[in-house]
């Protein structure tokens, strides 16, 4: 595909997920990634210079920022978006929301991340549940790590008719890796002060449908989150069933701890055995031999990789605003073969 004819994809923060998300972007046949913005002139964006990847300033006086630093600047943010059909933002929890009125003084199509309030765009995407209401919007919000991945399982067996309610406990990591040494905590566990935790509401906002209540505690690690669900079904089901119903999504990866994916830090260093950039782990980590069926009760537990599940979503909405590809399966296909999606389905463990 000639370059004119790709969709120009800006991105504007290359932090934890902005770097992921350009590097996926890249990777697209259909996507031209037309450079990234930040306010810093750190290591991050050395890199990124030395990729070849055009540099913005995102902020007034970033790109002066950038060249006393001996980075090549192309221009600042307004530069940037003028150059895109669409922008990805990237920036922390509350600057989306702000940028999001630059985007529609601009007239630009915009995405923005979970960290966000569902007002803000007025939808919420998973491409599996929300794709088709995507369509040529002029935005959408991907939701968070959690949500995503409440969404995938119980979307899952809901299209399997499966679905009555779910009850879920995130354990959730402290922090990023790469803010480790900045903050977190230790040597305790934090509840979420509420129930519901805000993720079972979250989910909602893709689909209202949904009958989900959750309850969250911030753990003293920063690997992934741990999630643990009852989920009362339609009917009894046999335990083949459920699992073929949950792994009918290219989304959802079976792990066992009988192969020795027996924590999490197991199932990241599989990612990296397969040659996974950043060791990034894009589906939701259902371990399949803990999975339990009792009449019409499910009982399973999975892991969330905070960093990376939610960049092939954020590919999908790209595509799903541009309108190009209206089937969200042609979409996800697309994505998952860039992406080297279903890969540890792919290493064929015995059941």
């Not at 919007?137 to 939701?143: A, G, N, P």
């Not at 995130?170 to 803010?179: G, M, V």
């Not at 009958?211 to 009852?230: C, F, G, N, Q, R």
Request: proline letters at 5%.
């Amino acid at each position: 595909m000639a370059q004119s004819d790709t969709i120009r994809v800006a991105v504007n923060g290359y932090g934890v997920i902005g770097k992921r998300v350009a590097a996926a972007i890249d990777a697209q046949g259909d996507m031209t990634l037309v450079g990234v913005a930040d306010v810093s002139a750190d290591l991050r964006l050395r890199v990124a210079s030395r990729k070849g990847v055009s540099l913005y300033g995102a902020a007034d006086d970033a790109p002066r920022a950038m060249e006393r630093a001996g980075l090549p600047v192309a221009g600042g943010l307004d530069d940037l978006i003028a150059a895109a059909d669409i922008v990805v933002d990237c920036t922390p929890k509350g600057i989306g929301a702000a940028n999001a009125e630059l985007y529609r003084r601009k007239g630009k199509p915009f995405i923005v991340q979970g960290g966000e309030r569902h007002a803000v765009t007025g939808h919420s995407f998973v491409a599996e549940s929300s794709y088709a209401g995507a369509l040529g919007r002029s935005s959408t919000r991907v939701v968070s790590c959690n949500t995503t991945s409440i969404v995938r399982t119980l979307g899952a067996l809901k299209q399997a008719g499966l679905l009555r309610r779910a009850r879920g406990t995130l354990l959730r990591r402290a922090t990023d890796p790469w803010e480790s040494d900045r903050g977190g905590i230790m040597n305790t566990l934090a509840p979420e002060p509420g129930i519901p935790s805000h993720q079972g509401p979250d989910a909602q906002s893709v689909d209202p449908g949904l009958d989900v209540v959750t309850m969250a505690v911030k753990v003293p690690e920063t690997i992934a989150h741990l999630h643990y669900w009852a989920v009362q079904m339609t009917r009894p089901a046999e335990k083949a069933e459920v699992v073929a119903a949950l792994l009918a999504s290219s989304r959802i990866a079976p792990v066992r701890m009988a192969d020795g994916m027996t924590a999490l830090n197991s199932v990241k260093e599989l990612m990296a055995d397969l040659g996974r950039p950043h060791d990034s782990l894009y589906e939701v980590a259902l371990w399949v031999d803990m999975l339990r069926v009792q009449g019409d009760e499910l009982f399973y537990a999975y892991m969330v990789d905070n960093q990376a599940i939610v960049v092939p979503e954020t590919i999908d909405a790209i595509r799903a605003l541009a309108g190009r590809i209206t089937e969200a399966a042609d979409s996800i296909a697309m994505t998952d073969a860039s992406l080297g999606v279903g890969a540890v389905a792919g290493l064929g463990f015995p059941d």
